[in-house]
């Protein structure tokens, strides 16, 4: 078992929870992806955060923007300015997986959750 936490947000991989086996949490509500959902989510996760990257040195202190992202299930829109920005997830259920929800990190706690995305990924490399 892999857990990570801080203030808003949660990031736990249990394989005994069998298949939905990877918790993401914000600070009011958590859901469980499974492996698959998790592979597929991480990617698009880091191409956005890139993205923002590539514009950071452009951007003006008081500049802001968004970016928004999607790819198989999954929609993801990163909101905010040069140093810091929320994070929303959007994961559409399709007809093998009925489900669906939100999840959304604000500016004080995105980054350390994507930190910790980073950090679990990496551990799996």
């Given amino acids: 078992m892999r857990k990570e936490e801080g203030s808003g947000w949660r990031l736990v ?29 991480v990617p698009l996760l880091f191409d956005l955060i890139d993205q923002h990257k590539e514009y950071q040195n452009q951007l003006l202190a008081e500049e802001s923007i968004n970016l928004e992202m999607e790819r198989e299930n999954w929609w993801a829109s990163l909101d905010g300015g040069k140093d810091s ?15 669906s929800f939100e999840m959304y990190w604000p500016t004080q706690t995105a980054q350390t959750f994507v930190l910790a ?3 679990m990924w990496d551990s799996y490399q």
């Fill in 85 to 99: 920005w929320s994070l929303k997830l959007i994961f559409n259920g399709n007809r093998s997986q009925i489900r």
């Fill in 13 to 41: 991989e249990d394989s005994s929870r069998g298949e939905f086996s990877i918790l993401i949490g914000s600070e009011f509500c958590s859901v469980e992806i499974t492996n698959d959902e998790w592979l597929s989510m």
């Fill in 117 to 119: 995305v980073r950090k």
